[in-house]
């Protein structure tokens, strides 16, 4: 069975600090694919990152980059100069490759972010 | 254009009540799937649809029937609610990566359902 760990519940840092969102996974697969989602207050859920297992390059957007260590089985995301409005929850996410098409998300429990002015 | 969308955005009914979501798609995706988020902001699986054919139902009770007229649209109908079905059903589709596999998974704004 799949399992996702974010062990923090909820995470708050002054603006401009960085931070760091743990997330830990299980799965007896050998190919899988690792998501972060955001879910600002409005309520929406918004696409961040897809990796594949096979691709443990760490991979930098802007203030966010994303470290994938197959060996510890984590993919953590961190933001750099933390702002108000990167206040959220942070979902990571897994998905096997079925093959057959449609693949379903496990999703952590999610991390709350909030960033004080 | 919205890329998913799901009616209605609040939904409150009685105990004992059916009820139906809505979902579309303009995104030309082949798999859509249907998620709910509890009170404590988890989200799981409830199912997926591809190319009209279900391929995932989680344990699920019975009472929660997705319908898929066509690949724009899976509906997700509930029968006899229940207080514990409270929650925010989240609607979503995908297509397969380009390397293979899951693709990312574009969400709707989400239905709050309240159950008195």
């Known amino acids: 069975a799949q399992k996702v760990t974010q062990a923090q519940t909820e995470i708050s840092v002054v603006e401009k600090e960085d931070v760091t969102l743990d997330c830990v996974y299980e799965t007896r697969d050998t190919t899988y694919y690792l998501f972060w989602y955001k879910q600002p207050p409005s309520g929406e859920l918004v696409f961040l990152i897809r990796r594949n297992s096979f691709d443990e390059q760490n991979e930098i957007s802007g203030r966010y980059s994303w470290n994938f260590q197959k060996s510890t089985s984590s993919f953590n995301f961190t933001i750099t100069a933390s702002q108000v409005v990167d206040s959220a929850v942070y979902f990571c996410a897994l998905s096997d490759y079925s093959g057959g098409g449609a693949d379903g998300l496990t999703f952590g429990k999610g991390t709350h972010l909030i960033i004080q002015p | 254009d919205t890329a998913v969308s799901q009616t209605p955005k609040y939904l409150v009914t009685q105990m004992g009540n059916d009820k139906s979501i809505k979902c579309e798609q303009n995104l030309g995706h082949d798999t859509m799937y249907w998620y709910k988020q509890d009170s404590k902001k988890f989200l799981k699986i409830m199912f997926s649809?591809?190319?009209?054919?279900?391929?995932i139902n989680e344990t699920v009770p019975n009472r929660f029937s997705p319908k898929s007229p066509d690949k724009a649209h899976l509906n997700l109908h509930i029968n006899s609610l229940e207080l514990g079905d409270s929650a925010v059903y989240f609607c979503?589709?995908?297509?397969?990566?380009?390397?293979?596999?899951?693709?990312?998974?574009?969400f709707g704004p989400g239905t709050r359902l309240t159950v008195l």
């Open positions: 979503a589709s995908s297509r397969r990566g380009l390397a293979g596999g899951p693709g990312e998974q574009f």
């Open positions: 649809y591809n190319n009209k054919e279900l391929i």
